[in-house]
């Protein structure tokens, strides 16, 4: 078995334990990888963020107990949900296409409603 003089990847500080180790302690192993995930995925992060909170806002309109619940688009808007942020579609037999926001989805209606739906997940 050979010994290596190891170095810790951000100060610098001798490594000792497992071969493949490669920090000191876990606030430079912590420090890492929290650069390496900063700053390039922040806008994956607010899209997410958005992605959440509109799926938030279908589960609060939509009551438990019910499989759809019709709505005024308005409580849609006062709410902060944004339309332009939607995980999938679904298109129905009758051509109709759910917008979903992971496994809650809306269906625009006539006349400024909006129908609010839960999809059912299998497996």
């Known amino acids: 078995m050979t010994t290596e003089n190891k170095t810790c990847a951000v100060c610098g500080k001798p490594v000792k334990g497992r071969t493949d180790k490669r920090f000191c302690d876990s606030y430079c192993r912590s ?3 929290n650069q390496q995930n900063g700053a390039g995925n922040k806008y994956i992060r607010s899209i997410n963020h958005t992605l959440y909170r509109n799926r938030r ?3 609060e309109l939509l009551p438990a107990t019910a499989d759809a619940v019709k709505t005024p688009v308005q409580d849609l808007y006062t709410k902060g949900f944004l339309f332009n942020y939607f995980t999938h579609t679904h298109t129905s ?3 109709m296409t ?3 926001c992971y496994d809650h989805g809306y269906l625009p209606l006539e006349g400024d409603r909006m129908l609010i739906v839960r999809k059912m997940l299998t497996g």
């Open 57 to 59: 806002i279908l589960k």
């Open 93 to 95: 037999k009758k051509g």
């Open 31 to 33: 420090s890492f990888n």
């Open 98 to 100: 759910y917008y979903f």
